[in-house]
Nanobody
Framework: QVQLVESGGGTVESGGSLKISCVVS????????MGWYRQITGGERELVAS???????NYRGSAKGRFAITRDNAKNTVYLQMNNLKPEDTAVYYC??????????WGLGTHVTVSS
């Protein structure tokens, strides 16, 4: 059974930084492109950053220039460093494969709140 466990979220002031982590068990991620998704209350879950098997990163929208996605295949873990956080980054953050159906199940996510 595949499990994804996100952690590291919290409350920070606008302009602050957070690094969130996602440990995957039950599936080796080395052969998967991975991504970080977020869901704002009342909104749809959206992909904000992805990293290929080879380590190339891609970012969507406002994540460009502020977020950095990395992976540690030895630890089966994916990270997201978020800098210069803004109130509109407030959301629940999830990791999964990119596209997500390559793993299919979701974790509980980690809450990030940015105060103005």
């Amino acid at each position: 059974q595949v499990q994804l466990v996100e952690s590291g979220g919290g409350t920070v002031e606008s302009g602050g930084s957070l690094k969130i982590s996602c440990v995957v068990s039950g599936r080796v991620i080395a052969g998967l492109d991975m991504g970080w998704y977020r869901q704002i209350t009342g909104g749809e879950r959206e992909l904000v950053a992805s990293i290929t098997v080879g380590g190339s990163a891609n970012y969507r929208g406002s994540a460009k220039g502020r977020f950095a996605i990395t992976r540690d295949n030895a630890k089966n873990t994916v990270y997201l460093q978020m800098n210069n956080l803004k109130p509109e980054d407030t959301a629940v953050y999830y990791c999964n494969a990119d596209p997500y159906w390559y793993i299919g199940t979701w974790g509980l996510g980690t809450h990030v709140t940015v105060s103005s």
